[in-house]
Each structure stands twice: as C-alpha cells, then as structure tokens.
Nanobody, 120 residues
C-alpha cells in the first residue's frame, strides 16, 4: 500500500504564492510519475502538473508560466510552487503517484487533498 501526505495549502491573496509538498511512503518499487491534480467546486478533477521519472514535466495550459512542478526522486516527493495565484486557482489540490508496476487500475494513489483558496 502507498500513502501520500500533503502539506502547504491555505489562504492567499490574488498575486500571492504558495508551495505544496507531498511525500509518498509505503511499498514503492518504481514510479512512473508524480504530480498534482485539483478539483474546484462543481467541476471535475483536472491535471495541474505531471512530472515523469524520465524527466518530462507537463502542465495544464491554465497554469503554464505561473506554476512549477518538481520532484525529489530519492525521497519519492513532489512539489508545486504556485506563483501569481488567481481566484480561479481556488480548489482542493490532490497529490498523485503512478507506480511503475502492478495491474492496470491499481497503479494510481491519491493524497487526501489540501485546500488552496485565493481571495482578497
């Protein structure tokens, strides 16, 4: 089993910054990717950033140039630096890990979510 522990959410004014952290623990043999998703009220969960173990990083168009995702592979950790935050960034942010093994449908694990609220 894999556990993900997130930290760093909170309330910030428009234009401000926040940094989210997530560390994975448990029985982890290999990782394809780690990243962050978010879900705003009344909306579907969407990918924010995905950082693969091959070194590629993918961003949602809405956050390009403002958010930066990074990983510490040795620590099985992923980070999200969020700058120039906008009210529309308000959502619950979920850490995600995709393992490099196991049957389809059993490779993905999620954190419990951390609230990010951008408001004046």
């Amino acid at each position: 089993q894999v556990q993900l522990e997130e930290s760093g959410g909170g309330l910030v004014q428009p234009g401000g910054s926040l940094r989210l952290s997530c560390a994975a623990s448990g029985s982890i043999l290999s990782v394809n990717a780690m990243g962050w998703y978010r879900q705003a009220p009344g909306k579907e969960r969407e990918m924010v950033v995905r950082v693969t173990s091959a070194g590629k990083t993918y961003y949602a168009d809405s956050v390009k140039g403002r958010f930066t995702g990074s990983r510490d592979i040795a620590k099985n950790a992923v980070y999200l630096q969020m700058n120039s935050l906008k009210p529309e960034d308000t959502a619950v942010y979920y850490c995600h890990i995709e393992l490099g093994y196991g049957p389809p449908g059993y490779r993905d694990f999620w954190g419990q979510g951390t609230q990010v609220t951008v408001s004046s």
